[in-house]
Structures are given as C-alpha cells and as structure tokens.
Nanobody, 119 residues
C-alpha cells in the first residue's frame, strides 16, 4: 500500500519561505505524476504544481516565479519550495500521486499540511 506523507507546513510572515515535503512509502511502486494541490478557506481545491517521472514540470500562474517543485528519487520525496509567500497562499496543501505497483495503477492523496501566511 503506497502512502503519502506531507510535512513542512506552518505559520510564516508575508514574504517568507517554506519548503513542503511529500514522502511516498510502500514497496515496489513507481510514481508517474506527482501534484501539489491546495485548498484555501472557502475555496475549491486547485492544482499548484506538477512534476512527472520524465522531469516535466507545470506551475499554476499564481505561483510561477515563486514556487519550485523538485524531487529526490532516491528518497521517493517531492518538495515544494515556496518563496515570497502571500496571505492568499494560505491553504491546506496536499500532494497527489499517480503511479503503479506492478500492473496495478493507483492514485493517492496525502493528509495535507497547513500553510498560514500572516503577519
């Protein structure tokens, strides 16, 4: 059973930085796509950034130039470096993985990590 565990959230002042981590655990799996989503208060969940197994990356317009997605394949971990944070970045951040274990495809969500940007 593949599980995703996020960490790194917290309270930060506007203009500050945080780095979120999403660690995948399990056995004999591969991840094809890993996304970071967020859901702010009273808002729908939205895609923030994506990285594929081929190294392709995507960023939502509202984070381009501020957020960077990266991965450490040896640790099965994907990171979201968030700089120049704004109050509107306040949300619960979730990672979502699409992959496979052998011939079986899976999709998994992490439990989420709270990011609060406030002075």
């Amino acid at each position: 059973q593949v599980q995703l565990v996020e960490s790194g959230g917290g309270l930060v002042q506007p203009g500050g930085s945080l780095r979120l981590s999403c660690a995948a655990t399990g056995s004999r799996f591969s991840i094809d796509v890993l996304d970071w989503y967020r859901q702010g208060p009273g808002k729908e969940r939205e895609l923030v950034a994506r990285i594929t197994s081929g190294g392709n990356m995507y960023y939502a317009d509202f984070v381009k130039g501020r957020f960077t997605i990266s991965r450490d394949s040896a640790k099965n971990t994907v990171y979201l470096q968030m700089n120049s944070l704004k109050p509107e970045d306040t949300a619960v951040y979730y990672c979502n993985a699409l992959g496979s274990t052998g011939l079986v495809k899976f999709g998994r969500w992490g439990q989420g990590t709270q990011v609060t940007v406030s002075s």
